[in-house]
């Protein structure tokens, strides 16, 4: 079956200008999460929703960064006035639900930001 | 706050070698407990998990691993690596409180024909 899929795969962009990464989780999966992974700080939990409410937005940065989630399916990451620091690869996951019988987490491709 | 360590960060084998990474994590209460794979090129992948029970976890690819709960440790093996095994490895972790996982640095294994 489908996997997670994640647009666009690359997304150059330059300093100050806002972008929008977007996720489509697996079908039926009620729980999303967004990541980042950079060459500094490794992999980072930023987001997680369950249905359309986020009950866990700690791993946020800064106020710049905001997600939302819509139907219960398909997320946008929205970062605004990037900076060279957002650079890194965004990878979004999603699981069947929240139980630990149902917790593991399917990792899409990632988009891949690059702020020049 | 709960980390996870990942104490080799470059590991080269021959085939038929034996491996062992080695993943330690910080937290007192219950956890759930990973290995993901990244193949060149390739998206995260998850090898095995462990949530209660039997500490000897099996996965894919003829990898296991074992759950120390004494030494708060989740070491990953597999009796014979093959060229196929050339990838990144990822510890992670989950408290049952919160539904984020919590990544080790990451080993990358190059494995020699």
């Known amino acids: 079956g489908a996997g997670v899929s994640q647009s666009p795969s690359n997304k150059v962009t330059e300093k100050g200008k806002d972008v929008e990464l977007r996720c489509d989780p697996i079908s039926g999966h009620t729980a999303l999460y967004w990541y980042r992974q950079s060459l500094g700080q490794g992999l980072e939990f930023l987001i997680y929703?369950?249905?359309?409410?986020?009950?866990?937005k700690s791993g946020l940065p800064s106020d710049r960064f905001s997600a939302e989630r819509t139907g219960g399916s398909v997320s946008t990451l929205t970062i605004q006035r990037t900076q060279q620091e957002d650079s890194a690869v965004y990878l979004c996951?999603?699981?069947?639900?929240?139980?630990?019988?149902?917790?593991?987490?399917?990792f899409g491709p990632g988009t891949r930001l690059t702020v020049l | 706050a709960q980390s996870v360590s990942q104490h080799n960060h470059h590991v080269i084998l021959s085939e038929a070698a034996s491996l062992e990474l080695g993943c330690n994590y910080s937290y007192g209460g219950t956890v759930n407990l990973f290995w993901y794979v990244q193949y060149p090129g390739q998206h995260l992948q998850l090898l095995l998990k462990?949530?209660?029970?039997?500490?000897l976890v099996k996965g894919i690819k003829g990898f296991e691993a074992e759950f120390i709960k004494s030494k708060f440790s989740f070491n990953l093996r597999k009796p014979s690596v093959q060229w196929s095994d050339t990838a990144e490895y990822f510890c992670a972790a989950m408290d049952t409180g919160r539904r984020a996982l919590t990544f080790g640095s990451g080993t990358r294994l190059q494995v020699q024909p």
């Open positions: 996951a999603s699981s069947k639900g929240a139980t630990p019988a149902y917790n593991e987490q399917f």
């Open positions: 462990y949530f209660s029970g039997d500490p």
């Open positions: 929703f369950q249905g359309n409410s986020a009950p866990d």
